[in-house]
């Protein structure tokens, strides 16, 4: 029997673009939004955020959080109001579209997680939702 191949970062890579692949292609039939927009939905469905918030959450540049948020604005996603504090700041909110893709798209997050947990295992399926979580705080502390 073969060695497991030990290229983690190449594997890493290769994973999360079959993956970001195939859940963009659902996504975008059942919401017409991407995996990174989905993400930045969740975040903004929170409350609260700014889009300096938000590029924090997301662990992208702030010009590329502008250029998407200017994306789920005009598809009339998200919606920008006053910081209540901050007289230069701007909060970005999930509008009644932007919740309606919500509710589009979770039939097929439950569907593409139980196609891992297929692949996984339910206990291999926790461990990899743990270890991915603390890769995506890279670098350690």
Partial sequence: MPE???RLFFLLQQAAHRLRVDADRRLAAAAGITSAQLGALFAIREGGLTQRDLAVRLGQRESAVTAMVTRLTGAGLVAKRAHPREHRA?????????EA????VA???EEFNARLRAVLGEDGFRRTAEGVGKLASWPPP
Avoid: M, N
């Fill in 4 to 6: 497991p191949d030990q």
């Fill in 107 to 109: 039939p097929e997050v």
């Fill in 90 to 98: 701007i909060v970005l909110e999930l509008t009644a579209a932007g």
């Fill in 101 to 104: 893709a919500l509710a589009r």
